[in-house]
């Protein structure tokens, strides 16, 4: 009995054992299946970049900017002299260059290094062209001759060593593609115009021309991948004096546009405002709380600040100065030659979805305050800061009229007439803007306006006639000052 009791027992065990193995079994090959699925899934799609990996940009920024942070080091045996002819601001720039370039190279080698394969559509026999489509890079032409078509359709294959690639802001493209027949190479260029037309009998459809990219675009875009890498700060970015006294009666209002939406940036418009802002709390010795610092600002936000300092100053009722600094696109109303302010979400031919420059002025003058001071570096002749046109429709500039400054307040203003308010690439500043700081700092910030106005018309004219064209900044008093504000001071 005890022995039948232990036989049984024993094989009701191995029956579940084998079960249990079995189940495995099955498991493991539906596992083994599936694995070899997703393999053969994932050659077919090797050139697929999983979509939470970084862009190229993030990529670039960060491989670039953490090899010059590195390089910037003093090496722990290098001594002061040699680090200095070693670190310098020519040296920098051309290792960004360099190192822009290997970052592109090491971002497509890392996502981009196997095979890219096309799949053959059909032959266009009257543009002896051959149509392939990609699932990722779409649809490319190759010429073929027809006389070689049909061999070429049976024997072709790609080279993917000599595949070339390149980087287009956050998209990466094919510049060429050799495929191979036979021994000989057929290319596809993206440089070489090719037309592909598909047709079907009693019906004829449209040529299909390919928008593709060129060796020029290519380049273009190296360029501003490298713009959008700053390294190191201006001189009046440094050293900023801080004030031992307060002002706590004066209101700042800055708006720094350089984003624009719907036209050319802006070069270093926002490093404009954003110093400004440190030198009226550091130097000028306004508290933070009484500067509104907007960057990148659009109609609504523009509008909402000067009602912020017009609130203010009807609140001081007459006891407190305001300062209003814009860095920025400035349009001409071509019918009046008037000048407005333009929000980073305005069109540069419509002025409706602008700021009015006039109207700024009559309504901060009907609030009753000490005094009010502009510093506006833009121009109104619908130009750009690199002197291109705002609009490439608008072929010449436009010579706006000086608005009336009324009451008692003072306008700084970057140009005049039909002149541009360039950049000053070497300082990261507006033209304009780099002199008023350089003052600010040079003085620590006690400095009348006249000697204030003097010394930015007189640099930024020297400067400006050098780099572009001449650039002539102009101070405008209100109509009833006379010449009382020649020894206003900002603080």
């Known amino acids: 009995m005890f022995l039948s009791c232990l036989i049984f027992g024993y094989n009701i065990r191995q029956l579940l054992k084998n079960l249990l193995l079995g189940f495995v079994m099955i498991f493991g090959c539906i596992s083994l299946l599936q694995a070899q699925k997703i393999e053969t899934i994932s050659k077919s799609y090797s050139f697929y970049i999983d979509p939470k990996v970084e862009s190229p940009t993030e990529f670039i920024q960060k491989y670039v900017l953490d090899s010059i942070y590195i390089w910037q080091k003093k090496g722990r045996y290098e001594t002061t002299s040699e680090y200095k002819i070693r670190v310098t601001e020519d040296n920098r720039q051309a290792l960004a260059k360099q190192l822009t370039k290997n970052a592109e190279n090491a971002y497509l080698k890392k996502y981009y ?35 070689k078509a049909e061999m070429f359709e049976k024997s072709w294959h790609i080279d993917n060593s000599k595949v070339e690639l390149f980087i287009d802001g956050d998209k990466v493209r094919i510049k060429k593609i050799p495929f191979i027949s036979q021994g000989e190479v057929y290319w596809y260029d993206n440089t070489q115009s090719a037309v592909f037309a598909a047709t079907k009998t009693n019906v004829q459809l449209p040529t299909l021309e390919l928008d593709l990219s060129t060796d020029e675009q290519y380049e273009n875009q190296q360029k501003i991948v490298e713009q959008n890498i700053t390294v190191g700060k201006s001189d009046v ?37 954003c110093i400004f802002k440190e030198y009226c709390n550091k130097t000028l010795g306004i508290p933070m709380i009484n500067i509104k610092y907007t960057p990148d600002a659009t109609l609504n936000d523009i509008r909402a600040e000067i009602n912020w300092l017009k609130e203010v100053l009807k609140a001081y009722n007459g006891e407190a100065k305001a300062i209003v600094f814009y860095s920025g696109h400035g349009i001409p109303d071509e019918s009046t030659a008037t000048a407005f302010l333009l929000p980073t979400d305005g069109y540069g031919t419509d002025i409706e979805t602008a700021f009015s420059l006039n109207n700024l002025y009559k309504e901060l003058s009907e609030v009753p305050s000490e005094r009010i001071t502009y510093f506006i570096d833009a121009c109104f002749s619908g130009a750009k800061r690199d002197g291109d046109m705002l609009m490439a429709a608008r072929g010449i500039a436009i010579k706006v009229k000086s608005g ?18 360039y950049p000053y690439t070497e300082k990261q500043h507006g033209l304009f803007s780099y002199f008023l700081l350089k003052k600010l700092q040079e003085t620590n910030g006690d400095v009348d306006y006249q000697t204030l106005s003097d010394y930015i018309s007189t640099n930024v004219k020297l400067v400006s006639s050098v780099i572009k064209k001449l650039q002539s900044p102009t101070t405008t008093p209100g109509n009833s000052l006379n010449n009382k504000w020649k020894t206003w001071k900002l603080k």
């Open 113 to 147: 290094g196997n095979t890219i394969n096309f799949e053959l559509e059909d032959y266009d026999t009257d543009n002896e062209s051959f149509l392939f489509k990609n699932n990722m890079f779409g649809k490319i032409v190759v010429p073929v001759a027809r006389s």
């Open 404 to 421: 009336p400054v009324q009451g008692n307040a003072v306008v700084f203003s970057a140009a005049t007439g039909d002149q541009t308010a």
């Open 237 to 273: 970015d440094l050293n900023i004096p801080v004030s031992a006294s307060a002002t706590p009666k004066t209101f700042v209002v800055i708006i720094a546009n350089e984003n624009y939406k719907r036209v050319g940036k802006v070069p270093y418009a926002l490093n404009d405002g």
